[in-house]
Nanobody, 124 residues
């Protein structure tokens, strides 16, 4: 059984940094694409960042390029999202998700495994 667990969500002020870890168990983590999505109240879930199974390819939403960095530690089955220069527009529930193939996708429906989410709130 695949278990996805995010943590690290908290309150912060604009301009601060935050790192979200996500551990995935029961899964061949090292070969699969994994990513971060977020959903604000009343809005659709959007992909924030994705990293391919090799770790060499990454994709980012335009709104976070240059501020967020996605990385993975295959030895620890852990995915990270480093978020710098946070803004109130980054306030959302952040979800970690995993695919069963090595390449990324922008569609939430292409990710069969999801965590419960961790809340990030940024005040101005």
């Amino acid at each position: 059984q695949v278990q996805v667990a995010e943590s690290g969500g908290t309150w912060g002020q604009a301009g601060e940094s935050l790192r979200l870890p996500c551990t995935i168990a029961g899964f061949t983590f090292a070969k699969q694409a994994v990513g971060w999505f977020r959903q604000a109240p009343g809005q659709e879930r959007e992909r924030v960042a994705c990293i391919g199974g090799s770790g060499r390819s990454t994709l980012y939403a335009d709104s976070v390029k240059g501020r967020f960095n996605i990385s993975r530690d295959n030895a620890k089955n852990t995915l990270y999202l480093q978020m710098d220069d946070l803004t109130p527009e980054d306030t959302a529930m952040y979800y970690c998700a995993a695919r069963t193939v090595a390449h990324c996708s922008p569609l939430p429906s292409d990710f069969p495994y999801w965590g419960q989410g961790t809340q990030v709130t940024v005040s101005s």
